[in-house]
Each structure stands twice: as C-alpha cells, then as structure tokens.
C-alpha cells in the first residue's frame, strides 16, 4: 500500500501547477542560453566556393567560434572566419604568423618557417618574392621595401584610414628617364594609362618593366619606384602664428586712440544724422542693400608631406586559401590584423558529426533499404504469380 502512496504522490508531483512551471522555465533557459551561444559564442559558416578543398567542401557548413579565447589564440595553420573592408566574409588559413618571412617562387614552391612544400596551381606569383609579415611595434622603411611588400604596406595603410599619395618615376639603371613612357605599353591587350600607373599592382608593373626594357637600347634594368607621400588638410597650414606681446600692446594703445576720436566725431555727426532722418528712411526702403550670396564650398585641399618611416601598429598575419588559383586572400588583398577576425574553426562539431550522426544516418539509410529488400520480392512474386495465371489462361483459350 505504501508503494501504490509513493506512486500516487509522484504523479501528483509531476502534475502539479508549480513542477510544470519549473520545467517551463527550464527550457526557457536553455532556450535563451543556445539563443546567447549563437549569437555571441558560436556561429554556422557556409563554404561558398572550392576554396578551401580538399579541406571543406563547396557549399559545406562548419562551426566558428567568435569568443575573445578563440581569437586571441591564432597560430600557424589556423583557419579562421575574415570580414573584408567591404562587407563580405571568407574563410582562409593562416599561412605565415607575424615576424614571420616567406618565400613565394614562380614555380608554386612555398618556403616558410613551419614548412616547405608545393602549392599546387598558385598562379599569382609570376616572380619569385620574398615577403616579410611585419609585427606591431615594427619599423619599416618604404624605399627598402620590394614591389609585394609596398603593395601590402599600401592596403595596410588605407584599410587605417591613412589619406596617402604616390608618385611614380621610370629608372634605367642609376638614370631617370621619362615615365610617358609607360603610356606605350599595354596590360592585357590595353593601353596603360599614366593617371593608374602609380596604383597598379606589381604585377602588371613588373610586365610594363620588361616592355619597356624590350624597347629601350642597353643592359641596364628598367624600374618603376614609388614615392610616398601622406596627405595633410592645408587649412593647419594657412593658421596665422600668435602675435608678440609687444605688438599686442600697441595695437592696443591704437584701438583706445581710435575709440577716442570716434567719440569725438559722434557728437559732433549726431546733430547732421538728426536732420537726415526722415530722408534716409525713404531711401532704405527704395533702394534696400541686396543680401550677399552664400559663398560655395570649395573642396578640401591637402598638402603632400613626404612619408618614407611606417611603424606598425598591429600585429599582421598572412592567409591564404588551400586551392591555390583564382582565390582572392593575402596574395592579392595584403596583410589581415586581427580586426579583420570574426571567428576561428572548431573541429569538434565536425568530429562529432563524422563519428556519430554520419555514421548513424548511414546504419538507418542500410535498415530502410534492408526493410525495403524484405517488401519487395512478396510483390514481384505476387507479380510473377499474376503473370503465369494469364499465361495459362491464354494458353487455355488458345487449346
């Protein structure tokens, strides 16, 4: 009987109004905490393109994790979720970290400090370049730099918000020539134009380079250098500088002898100004003063100041794609900072889903299909069965 109680009070416990209200609350947060985790924690990024193969399919799904720990924590060989100056996002892997210095040949050979190997279908060095990945607190020198590096310094700079100018000269040897010059030569079939000269990649540089030199008499290398300049708003530069305390002084002594000679010619004005009163009201209201024009606004205008000494305020990091043609990442886009972080990869979700749900989604695809083999040899001999009866009736009708 005591046994039959207990079985009673628990029913009763489970259907009473304040367990029900528990176990509500309890999936409202559990709710709210999945609602909190993929919104802030952890979040499904889909592969949009082949990228990233063999390592993630196209159109393929993987779990990135957005905490400060996940970030904070990058290395070598990393893959983590990017966001790009103009809204969109990809997925890359990090190739060099920074201090880093790696080699790139023409060949698609890759030499870092990690590793050595072969990357297959890279297309976009088309000259072999050594590439180092600056780290904060770093100085660089803009002339020291090489075609690649002053590329990536350049992204660097605009993606902070740095007002900057260039200036292209066209050098043979130790001797400047005339930079028209590159106006006769052709990227793609098409005429470069002077004005895109200075904002080219060092690519197509570097083939304006061998034009030219095709074209030119002598041995000597032909070069392209680049100048930098940062722009500054001129209006800083067109404020007056303080005046002295002296001429302060006398312009004061000035203005009070001045004040005083007013005084002197309003009291003796004052009786001639009240005889023209009435007049002067008539002619105000004929002829009124016109309101002048808003004056328009011209355009900022900047002053270049030579900037040759960049310091590095970021730490940078060098990503790539797994594919290594028609892939947009640092070979062409530059240096990432981790501002540009969204997430880093978890490998768990995908360990989970290869061990547990693939293989229990191909154990229940075997048993229908086993259940289904079970089915269909009772209808094919129902089938059979149906075949011979005509068969024999036919035969019957024919006798």
């Keep these: 009987m005591s046994r039959l109680s207990r079985k009673v009070k628990r029913l009763q416990r489970k259907n009473s109004q304040s367990h029900i209200f528990l176990l509500f609350l309890f999936l409202l947060f559990i709710c709210g905490a999945a609602f909190v985790a993929r919104l802030y924690a952890i979040a499904p990024v889909k592969i949009m393109d082949a990228s ?15 905490l400060p720990q996940c970030l904070s924590k990058i290395k070598e060989q990393d893959i983590v979720w990017l966001s790009l100056k103009s809204g969109e996002t990809m997925v890359r892997r990090v190739l060099a970290m920074p201090g880093d210095s790696i080699e790139i040949t023409d060949k698609g050979r890759v030499r870092t400090p990690h590793r050595n190997y072969k990357w297959k279908g890279e297309d976009a060095f088309i ?21 690649v590096e002053q590329d990536y310094i350049l992204a660097y700079l605009h993606t902070h918000g740095e007002k900057i100018a260039i200036k292209s000269t066209l050098w043979q040897g130790d001797r400047e020539i005339n930079i028209d010059r590159v106006g006769a030569t052709k990227i793609a079939n098409r005429q470069v134009s002077l004005k895109e000269v200075d904002y080219l990649p060092w690519q197509d540089r570097y083939l304006i380079e061998l034009q030219i030199r095709q074209a030119e008499p002598g041995n000597a290398p032909i070069k392209i250098k680049r100048e930098l300049f940062r722009l500054k708003p001129a209006k800083l530069e067109l404020t ?31 009786k001639a100004d009240t005889t023209k009163k ?4 008539k002619d105000s209201a004929v ?7 808003p004056a328009k606004e011209e355009p900022e205008k900047y002053l270049d100041e030579p900037l040759n000494m960049i310091v590095i305020e970021e730490d940078c990091y060098y990503m790539t794609c797994i594919k290594g043609s028609s892939c947009p990442d640092s070979r062409e886009l530059g240096y990432f900072t981790h501002k540009d972080f969204i997430g880093r990869y978890l490998e768990w979700p995908d360990r989970f889903k290869n061990r547990i749900i693939v293989p229990a989604k191909k154990f229940l ?27 024999e009736n036919k035969s019957d009708s024919t006798k």
């Design 240 to 270: 007056p500088p303080p005046t002295s305390s002296a001429d302060s002084i006398a312009g004061d002594s000035v203005k009070t002898d001045s004040v005083k000679v007013a005084h002197a010619d309003s009291s003796a004005t004052a």
């Design 365 to 391: 695809d075997k048993s229908i299909e086993y259940v289904l083999s079970l089915l269909t040899p009772e209808e094919d001999s129902e089938e059979n069965t149906s075949d011979n009866e005509e068969v």
């Design 127 to 147: 000259q072999s370049q050594t590439i180092y990945v600056p780290k904060a607190g770093d100085t660089l020198y803009f002339d020291k730099l090489n075609e």
């Design 278 to 281: 009435d007049s002067t009201k």
């Design 52 to 66: 990233m193969t063999p390592k993630f399919k196209e159109q393929s799904i993987h779990w990135m994790c957005k």
């Design 287 to 293: 002829a009124a003063p016109a309101k002048p024009a």
